[in-house]
């Protein structure tokens, strides 16, 4: 079946490089998403990554993709006190239309 | 340009009642998608519908149902509540809800069942 696996926690000091690392299941999926969620929010779209891509450089952030192993990170450059939210990957699901399959999220704490 | 909006924002509803959520996706876009986020979890896919036909739907019982209507909003209608129930639920709109579509999620509607 489908699924998307991340470590919950991730602590870094303000200035420092964050990975986030995800991994899922469904080597067919063309698309695979980098959403944010503060507090009480929805969720807002970071970036997302089309397969044939192995990476892609938006500002801050870095994804990198390895389909060999079904692996995506996030890397976000110079983390800021307000990067501090949760991050969910996310991939496309080839069984329900194009629905998306969220992995349970990383929390990303930033300390001053 | 507004974007997604969803209402209520908050609602608590007492085991057995029924419940109506609402989603108005960005001017333009022709899909909406819904989702459950229990606290704690990744959001979890409900519905999909594009011109107001459903074109996907994800693990939930019958008591869950969502319509879309020519303007291209979109409700979900929940029978029988649970206490499980008790969630997050997210609105998702997209240009045509195709695979390389970004989807653009609303604030939620917090449905808390007692």
């Known amino acids: 079946g489908e699924d998307v696996e991340q470590s919950l926690f991730l602590s870094v000091r303000e200035g420092d490089s964050s990975v986030i690392n995800c991994t899922y299941t469904?080597?067919?999926?063309?698309?695979l998403y980098w959403y944010k969620q503060e507090p009480g929010a929805g969720l807002q779209l970071l970036t997302y990554i089309f397969s044939n891509m192995d990476m892609k450089q938006d500002q801050r952030l870095t994804v990198l993709l390895n389909k060999k192993d079904k692996h995506l990170s996030l890397r976000i450059a110079d983390t800021q006190t307000g990067d501090s939210a949760i991050y969910f990957c996310?991939?496309?699901?080839?069984?329900?239309?194009?629905?998306?399959?969220f992995g349970k999220g990383t929390t990303l704490s930033v300390s001053s | 340009d507004a974007g997604v909006t969803q209402s209520p924002t908050h609602l608590i509803k007492t085991r057995g009642q029924q419940v109506t959520l609402r989603c108005s996706p960005i001017?333009?876009?022709?899909?909406v998608s819904w989702y459950q986020q229990v606290l704690g979890q990744g959001p979890q896919f409900i519905f999909q519908y594009y011109e107001k036909e459903e074109r996907g739907r994800g693990n939930f019982p019958d008591r869950f149902s969502a319509r879309q209507f020519p303007n291209y909003s979109s409700e979900l209608n929940v029978n029988a509540l649970l206490l499980g129930d008790s969630a997050l639920y997210l609105c998702a709109s997209s240009l045509e809800g195709g695979g390389g579509d970004e989807q653009y999620f609303g604030p939620g509607t917090r449905l808390t069942v007692t």
């Open positions: 469904d080597s067919s999926s063309t698309y």
């Open positions: 996310a991939e496309i699901s080839n069984q329900a239309g194009t629905a998306l399959i």
């Open positions: 001017s333009g876009h022709k899909s």
